[in-house]
């Protein structure tokens, strides 16, 4: 008897190690991804302008980076003590004009960097729907708790979502030729949109997409939300508020997207790693006890030989190990 209805990822023609150099831009599904890539020693830039929802924020941020175009005072709002920007997150938030500038134009110069340079470009999409100002119908990446009467929603269309992407696409593969993209539409449920709204803004993404998929040999779309939606189809794999995905359903994703872009011998250093992070998170009964010294000693000798074979940085989590292990 079957249960769930599973479904078959085909194997990425092109394959993520340790020596490509990551960019993750998106919702925080991004963040969810981008910072096991971190946490497993891949070189990766991780969503570096915050949690950004819709396509036509993500093709402003990227097309601005990648002309250089510095934000300016008049790019800076501010509501009650706070400043902000409307195209980024309130992450970048800041008591002054000038720190809010300074940050936003170096994590600039990083995205442009990153971008000419990155060997793989993970996209996360959200919603369709978006708050445009109505005093200047720019639409924003975040409201910043503006009072609501000065924005209006509105769901972008199929098109106007393949258009923003497909500007990412022709812009970023003109300047990086060698590029990958990954695309996703991230499982998490904008109810607070409504039921039919969410599902009218994804099918939306979803189609923009695919069509994406099919017009760039560059591009990979990665089906986060359909493995949530048609493969774990419950429940119990949501949190409490019945939006985001549970540890354990993010787990799931990251081990499908492990079979589609890593070769096995990526999955076993990733392997190692885990251990080594397990290792330095367990708290022994007795931190001085022979055993645990040796388990230290021997944690130790695993970074050395990854640190040797694959030119991975473990500095801080040999620093760490230095101060635990009273031999050193």
């Keep these: ?49 915050g949690i950004i929802f819709n396509a036509y924020s993500i093709q402003n941020l990227i097309e601005r980076s990648i002309d250089k175009r510095y934000f300016t005072t008049d790019d800076v709002h501010q509501n009650g003590e706070q400043f902000f920007c409307f195209d980024v997150h309130s992450s970048f938030n ?68 393949f258009k923003s992407m497909d500007l990412i696409a022709f812009e970023i593969t003109k300047i990086n030729p060698n590029v990958k993209i990954i695309t996703t539409v991230s499982p998490v449920r904008h109810i607070k949109d409504g039921i039919v709204e969410n599902n009218v803004s994804k099918a939306r993404l979803l189609d923009a997409l695919y069509q994406l998929d099919l017009k760039y040999k560059q591009v990979n779309y990665f089906p986060s939300y359909e493995l949530v939606m048609d493969d774990l189809r419950d429940y119990r ?69 990854l640190e040797k074979g694959q030119k991975l940085d473990f500095q801080q989590e040999k620093e760490i190990l230095r101060t635990k292990i009273k031999s050193c």
């Excluded at 008897?1 to 085909?10: G, K, N, S, V, Y």
């Excluded at 960097?113 to 109505?134: A, F, M, P």
Aim: overall charge negative; hydrophobic content about 35%; glycine content about 2%.
């Design 94 to 161: 800041a008591l002054s004009k000038d720190e809010v500038l300074i940050n936003l134009n170096l994590t600039l110069d990083r995205v442009h960097h990153q971008i000419k340079n990155c060997d793989v470009l993970i996209l996360t999409l959200g919603t369709s729907w978006v708050y445009e100002r109505i005093d200047t119908a720019e639409i924003v990446a975040n409201c910043h708790k503006v009072e609501a009467k000065q924005f209006k929603k509105v769901l972008l269309t199929t098109e106007e979502n």
């Design 1 to 49: 008897m079957q249960f769930r209805t599973t479904f078959h990822i085909p194997e990425s023609d092109f394959k993520i190690n340790h020596q490509h150099k990551i960019l993750t831009i998106g919702s925080c599904f991004s963040d969810e991804m981008g910072n096991r890539l971190v946490d497993l020693k891949f070189d990766g830039l991780i969503n570096p302008f």
């Design 237 to 305: 794999f949501y949190k409490e508020d019945l939006i985001h995905p549970t540890n354990q359903a993010v787990e799931y994703i990251w081990e499908k997207f492990g079979e589609t872009y890593f070769e096995n011998s990526t999955q076993t250093i990733i392997q190692k790693i885990s251990k080594i992070n397990s290792a330095l998170n367990h708290r022994p009964f007795n931190e001085e006890s022979t055993s645990h010294q040796k388990f230290l000693q021997k944690t130790m000798q695993m970074i050395n030989e």
